[in-house]
């Protein structure tokens, strides 16, 4: 099993693998640890992630792929919404795990909370799509790029470099860290990335034996809901480090959605909602949510 070596990764790609041994008795996984360019040199800035071949997401997942590809490792588990809209030829998500809550959270100093926050804060995230919603939302904050794992980022916190931060809360959960004092924003003011709080099993395509095991782990809930939001990703062209958000979740037959772009330069963006009466015209779905998207004034 390939992952990165981040605190997290290391806890999600544990869950997978002791998920896995309880399902196939007498199997074994064992971990590697695979280093990213984004593991190295953190994420580059938005204009520099639209010249690289799979954006800014690919700087976190390219090096696994090779892995994968040269047969070093036999399946790796990603975060979902750090996948780029393409995988690399030759590749497959075998399993999306039961999604973990996409919902962010906001953490706070002392007596600060949603409703009192204001002009004159200072919150940090380096997400542009947490950028822009928290600006539409809040008008005067201000908002300053937060880099680092979760310790650091609360550390910063606790030291008053900022009075709140935008987190995700599937990432404290698994984490162990609900201990940490935290407020869900709801999607109305905060949509999540696509395919957030979900995971992701990769393996190469002409393994069968592999992607038969892993998908055990797939939750079929999970995987239409995260397939819809990234096609919605791919279409509005997304993964060159454009601000996007996407929130499906299923309604009877049918699959409610919400989707928010923003191109480059853009204060506000545009955001979207509609029902996909047909999950198996999903894709259909999901190119019509984009052109209203993308669509000028």
Known sequence: MGTRGSALALAQSGLMARALEALHRGLK????????????????????????????KGLWVKEIEEALLERRIDFAVHSGKDLPAELAAGLEIAAFPEREDPRDVLV?????????????????????????????????????????NVDTRLRKLREGEFDAMVLALAGLRRLGREDVEHEALEP?????????G??????????????????????????????????????????CGAPVGAYARVRGAGVLFEGFFAREGEARGRRVAGECADPAHRGAFARKMAAEATARA
């Open 29 to 56: 996984v064992e971990t590697v640890v695979v280093k990213t360019k984004g593991d190295l040199f953190g994420a580059p800035a938005p204009e520099q992630a639209k010249l690289l071949a799979q954006g800014a």
């Open 108 to 148: 706070c100093a002392p007596g600060l909370g949603w409703a009192s926050l204001g002009k004159g804060h200072k919150v940090g995230t380096s997400s542009l799509r947490r950028r822009l919603m928290l600006e539409a939302a809040k008008p005067g904050i201000e908002v300053a790029p937060l880099r680092g």
């Open 188 to 196: 109305a003011a905060m949509l999540p990335a696509p395919a957030q």
């Open 198 to 239: 979900a995971l992701a099993l990769e393996v190469r395509a002409d393994r069968r034996d592999v992607a038969s095991l892993v998908a055990a782990l797939d939750h079929a809930e999970t995987r239409l809901c995260v397939e819809i939001e990234r096609a919605f990703l791919a279409e509005v062209g997304g993964g």
